[in-house]
């Protein structure tokens, strides 16, 4: 089935937040924020802004009538900066017009006076400054002590992983419109919308009930959206209660790129040691992430970050180590896999770096140190239906990876100012939220009279398609056509409490509470079916919009079958609600079994290096991806694309660069370059692994949102590769993003 909304999208008609048909008083807002990257508020004039004509009124913390907080995990973020600031970009006003052309010659005329105070931009500075968003954590396996007084080599270094814009279609934005009896609707582009409902009843110092929170669609969130959608939606919000008037908030590009944090940047340090045999015997990792001027969802990324320190490796002795360095810049927030890739760069790197110096080649470390069933992984879970050693044979295999490993050799040998590079990228990708407790969700389902269904449950969807696939569920449940099946928008209203659309773990969750809902109503209606045609109610099946005793078609429709049940007074609606079995984490001891299961596959990357420009080319990607049972082969291939195509942005031309002042230089796309037709891949191949899957996953289909990303590591690797193949002085080095300018340096290194 392909993706529900193509018809839409295509035509041009889907409808996202800007759409809406907005009431005839609507207000429009915009964001004073803070021009230095530190210091104390002295004093804001809002007198000539004020004056403009159209201007409504400016809102600060003193109109906040609840809590100026807007911090989730901790608590350490005002919604508007009372007395000092900490990035520049960090809300201090909003500004109401009855335009936003108005409102943007009003935020010209606000004239500030900071005290300046020392700025931090990097996590090494906050190190040194012991600068932290909170205790640092650490994991451990094993004795690494021990092991490197035991082991044939050890060898340390250190890495660079720079940040990465999310740069989602559609800016963050909302429409929020008062009800009677102080209620408010907000439509907001949010992966989250139980969490801006949540803070914006705290802000407004009302009840939760009272907030009505809604998402039809989102243009791309990738994590940024998880929790940066919701300090518009409140300031809209905060608006709104004081005017009882409709206030729409949609940030322009260049705001958008200014003011919201991207992927964390990390510094990080590592040691390992190695044996002849090619064992890692000990690995010993220091991330230094930098989280921004608060902390946002950076605890749970840094976790992630020491959950995928040793990728798809097994390692007997390991101890790694994060430090969320507190610094001026906007808080660094959520991002397709959720620091999984920053702590996987790292071990990528470690290997490298032996490799280097051994003399051997990276991949032959690699595979001598894929995880096997029943290896342990460093936080206590016990790995199994291990697909790394499957995914890297199938690969070699499949792609035929030692003839074009020749072939590149000889290319290699016969073309001086041309090289290429050719590497391999296992990936392992825990699914679940790491955080126990946020694995769950729940489903709505009615049938209405004529036999029509409509779903309403806790996902957004973002692009990602599952609205697609809770589509399916449905319909495989119920034995009834897609056509008669309309997957609602997602309301708290309807489906309270949820947990954001994130860690890939939407459908699972999602699709596991439509799947029961979707039972209990079955059960109901074969009952009602057996009446109907005096037999058993287990030889009634419900498929192809029809009632069968056992595989013979009665003439009794899904139509009649829903009027039936109506006249017996059958209940049509049913909720259901589905957490997580099996998994657990306690983190007084750093150990458990956060993850239902983990995602295997491996990538052959092949890169060309124009030796005198220093440009590069990503000829072809293959990978082999285990999707478990896919339930959408076209759904789950796109994400694989998707992905690949945002890590290997990440990995070669996505430069964030901010400068001493803490301000964006990167902050147009004229600056900032994203992949596009040309630095894609010119071939992707991706091969289903095939593979017994876990009924964790929903109907078996392994989740697919974030784990592809890090195939686009290996990209990193292979332009390494050739740049090594050229100059025989290049040291390599850990510092990506690897843009042309830096495979120029390496190229005439001396
Ligand atoms: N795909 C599209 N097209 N747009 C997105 O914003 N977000 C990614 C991934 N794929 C995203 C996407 C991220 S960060 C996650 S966590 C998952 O989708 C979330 O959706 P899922 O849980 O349904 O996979
Ligand atoms: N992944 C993605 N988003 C999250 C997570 C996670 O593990 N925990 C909280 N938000
Ligand atoms: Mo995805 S980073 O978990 O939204």
């Known amino acids: 089935m392909k993706n529900i909304d193509s018809y839409t999208h295509l035509r041009g008609e889907s409808l996202f937040v800007d759409d809406l048909i907005v009431r005839q008083d609507t207000l429009y807002g915009l964001t004073f924020d803070s021009p230095k990257a530190h210091g104390k508020i002295i004093s804001v004039d809002y007198a000539k802004a004020e004056a403009v004509e159209g201007i409504v009124k400016i809102f600060t913390y003193k109109d906040v009538l609840g809590e100026n907080q807007i911090g989730g995990i901790i608590q350490d973020e005002e919604l508007w ?14 500004i109401v017009a009855e335009s936003e052309a108005i409102a943007k010659k009003a935020r010209k005329l606000i004239e500030i006076k900071i005290e300046e105070l020392p700025i931090i931009t990097t996590a090494k500075q906050a190190k040194e400054k012991g600068s932290f968003i909170n205790a640092p954590r650490s994991f451990s396996l094993g004795n690494t002590k021990k092991a490197f007084a035991n082991c044939d080599y050890v060898f340390e270094g250190e890495t660079f992983s720079n940040g990465q814009e999310h740069l989602y279609l559609e800016t963050q934005g909302c429409y929020a419109v008062p009800l009677e ?51 518009w939606a409140v300031m809209a919000a905060v608006a709104v209660q004081h005017l009882k008037k409709p206030v729409k908030y949609i940030l322009n590009r260049h705001d958008d790129l200014r003011m919201t944090g991207k992927r964390h940047p990390y510094e990080s340090t590592f040691k390992i040691g190695i044996n002849k045999d090619l064992k890692i015997t000990a690995f010993e990792v220091e991330f230094l992430q930098n989280s921004g001027a608060s902390a946002d969802l950076s605890p749970a990324i840094a976790e992630r970050t020491l959950f995928h320190a040793t990728n798809a490796y097994f390692i007997e002795n390991v101890l790694t180590k994060v430090l969320s360095c507190k610094t001026n810049l906007p ?213 192809d919009d029809s009632v069968f005793i056992n595989h013979e078609k009665s003439n009794i429709t899904w139509e009649n079958l829903i009027e ?111 992949p596009d037709v040309f630095s894609a891949p010119k071939t992707i191949e991706v091969l289903p692994l095939e593979t017994p899957s876990t009924e964790m996953a929903i109907l078996k289909s392994k989740a697919v949102g974030e784990p592809p990303l890090m195939y686009g590591i290996g990209a990193y690797f292979a332009i390494q590769q050739a740049v090594k193949a050229y100059n025989k002085n290049y ?9 042309p300018e830096k495979v120029l340096m390496g190229l005439y290194e001396i």
């Open 81 to 94: 900066a009372e007395k000092e600031v900490h990035f520049q970009g960090q809300p201090i006003a909003f």
């Open 181 to 231: 009896n102080g209620n408010i609707k907000i439509t907001s582009s949010t992966q989250g919308p139980t969490q801006v409902q949540k803070i914006a009843a705290r802000v407004l110092g009302i009840a939760m009930h009272k907030i009505e929170l809604e998402v039809i669609r989102l243009g791309g969130g990738f994590g940024g959206k998880e929790d940066q959608a919701t300090p």
């Open 331 to 543: 808080p660094n927030t959520a991002f397709r896999g959720f620091g999984g890739p920053q702590g996987m760069f790292v071990v990528e790197s470690a290997i490298a770096h032996v490799a280097i110096n051994m003399g051997i080649d990276k991949r032959l470390i690699q595979h001598a140190n894929l995880l096997k069933e029943n290896d342990v992984f460093s936080y206590g879970q016990v790995a199994t239906t291990v697909e790394a050693q499957n995914s890297w044979n199938t690969a070699i295999e499949k792609f035929d990876f030692y003839k074009t490993e020749k072939e590149i050799e000889k290319f290699n040998t016969n073309n001086n100012l041309v090289k290429k590079g050719i590497s391999i990228m296992p990936i392992c990708f825990g699914i679940s939220f790491t955080n126990t407790p946020m694995n769950h969700a729940r489903a709505l389902v009615h049938i209405y009279q004529d036999g029509s269904v409509g779903i309403s449950t806790g996902a957004v969807e973002m692009g990602q398609s599952v609205n697609t696939k809770m589509l399916q569920v449905a319909c495989l449940t119920l034995g009834i056509r897609p056509n008669k099946v309309k997957l609602e928008t997602t309301n708290t209203t309807r489906v309270a409490n949820t947990s954001p659309t994130a860690a890939s773990a939407t459908a699972d969750l999602n699709g596991k509470a439509v799947l029961m809902a979707c039972n209990s109503l079955i059960e109901r209606l074969k009952v009602v079916a057996s009446k109907m045609l005096s037999v058993k109610v287990n030889e009634i099946i419900i498929k």
């Open 564 to 674: 039936q049940a109506m006249l017996e007074r059958v209940a049509l609606t049913e909720n259901a609600h589905y957490a997580t079995p099996i998994i657990h984490f306690d983190k007084s001891k750093e150990k458990g079994h956060p993850f239902a299961y983990h995602v295997y596959g491996t990538a052959i990357t092949q890169v060309t290096v124009d030796c005198l420009r220093g440009t590069y080319e990503i000829d072809k990607v293959q990978i082999i991806h285990d999707f478990g049972k896919s339930m959408n082969l076209g759904i789950d291939i796109g994400q694989v694309e998707g992905a690949l195509v945002q890590g290997i942005g990440w990995m070669t031309l996505e430069e964030i660069a901010y400068n001493n002042e803490g301000r964006l230089l990167s902050s147009t796309l004229s600056t900032y370059k994203v």
């Open 731 to 739: 040291k390599l080095k850990f510092h990506s993003p690897f843009t």
